[in-house]
């Protein structure tokens, strides 16, 4: 499986950015993906999570300012962060499960194959 990122950059506050993670090699029909961040010094959290059925996952914080979407034609999972703040500064990752029962979920740990990331700074 791969998964390549894209569409980080800089941005000011109160912009937008539109994050691609190109997936391919997946073979099971049941997937799980997902978009993490870190920055430097801080602990790797999860941002959304979508799955094969198109159910999503936020953690509170990100909710109703980032959107998680696919385009499975394209195998292409998209994040879209709006209204973005100094503190959403990080290296952005996407992620995949691997196996056939992904769960929807923003723990790390249940990822098996990870992006090399894209990097989102938001600064004036």
């Known amino acids: 499986v791969q998964l390549v990122e894209s569409g980080g950059g800089l941005v000011q506050p109160g912009g937008s950015l539109r994050l691609s993670c190109a997936a391919s090699g997946y073979t099971y029909s049941r997937y799980c993906i997902a978009w993490f961040r870190q920055a430097p010094g801080k602990e790797r959290e999860g941002v959304a999570a979508?799955?094969?059925?198109?159910?999503?996952r936020y953690p509170d914080s990100m909710k109703g300012r980032f959107t998680i979407s696919q385009d499975n034609a394209k195998n292409t999972v998209y994040l879209q962060m709006n209204s973005l703040k100094p503190e959403d500064t990080a290296m952005y990752y996407c992620?995949?499960?691997?196996?056939?029962?992904?769960?929807?979920?923003?723990?790390?740990?249940?990822?098996?194959?990870w992006g090399q990331g894209t990097q989102v700074t938001v600064s004036s």
């Open positions: 979508i799955d094969s059925y198109g159910n999503r």
């Open positions: 992620a995949a499960q691997a196996g056939g029962r992904p769960s929807l979920s923003l723990w790390s740990g249940l990822y098996s194959y």
